[in-house]
């Protein structure tokens, strides 16, 4: 609707007052009234477009925004995974050694219940059959570790292979034996090998050979290239 001040402004400018007859007609209400239809619409058409403006803003990420978010995601996985694998490999050394001093505890208590024989030269012959219960013992598999660590020489443990074998004895009963342990996959599953002989100490070889075989021998696992481990 055409206000009355629309229509007075409309009467003072044609006329230069506001009693006259004109006015009462509503002559240039008219006028005023199409004057103000078209500053609503062009109002209403500049708020849509503003409104669709924002709308358009606020629909998603830009490329820009989007390049920086991988870039922060790609500089924490780069410090993040060498981080990761570091704590890896050291578990699974701390795994190693504690499964050589559990392979010793077994070889002398295998020694005990099998004096004739002497050390076991074999994983499986400290170990069950099977996995699950153990049987009675005997002396192809005395139950003296579990089936795990009796298969780790085929089947690793915790990124580590594992070897038992005869050292320097040549009759019976056996009076050595050299157990080694040594990385799956070097620098990912583990760096260090690990070995010990019948005396029980633990050592380790830093390995920058990169081998992935375990120590079979007593001599070289007493030598220069593996040290005592503290």
């Not at 991988?70 to 795994?95: C, F, G, M």
Request: hydrophobic share 45%; charged share 15%.
């Amino acid at each position: 609707m055409v206000t009355e001040d629309c229509v007075e402004s409309e009467n003072k400018a044609r006329y230069g007052r506001l009693d006259t007859p004109l006015g009462n007609f509503g002559l240039w209400s008219v006028k005023c009234e199409h004057k103000s239809a078209i500053g609503s619409i062009e109002t209403n058409t500049l708020i849509t477009e503003k409104r669709e403006n924002e709308m358009r803003k606020q629909k998603g990420f830009s490329l820009i925004e989007l390049l920086i978010v991988v870039a922060i995601i790609l500089i924490i996985a780069a410090i993040a995974i060498p981080n990761l694998l570091r704590a890896r490999i050291a578990a699974n050394e701390s795994s190693a050694v504690s499964s050589l001093r559990t392979i010793n505890t077994a070889e002398v208590t295998y020694l005990t219940a099998y004096p004739t024989v002497g050390y076991s030269i074999t994983l499986p012959a400290l170990g069950p059959p099977a996995a699950g219960a153990c049987p009675a013992p005997v002396q192809a598999n005395a139950c003296m570790i579990d089936f795990a660590l009796a298969s780790a020489a085929v089947l690793p443990k915790s990124g580590y292979l594992f070897a038992v074998n005869n050292g320097l004895t040549a009759t019976v009963p056996v009076t050595t034996y050299v157990v080694g342990a040594a990385p799956v996959t070097y620098n990912q599953t583990g760096v260090r090998r690990f070995c010990a002989i019948e005396d029980a100490v633990l050592r380790f070889d830093a390995n920058v050979g990169a081998s992935i075989t375990p120590e079979a021998s007593s001599a070289a696992c007493t030598g220069a290239l593996y040290n005592v481990l503290q």
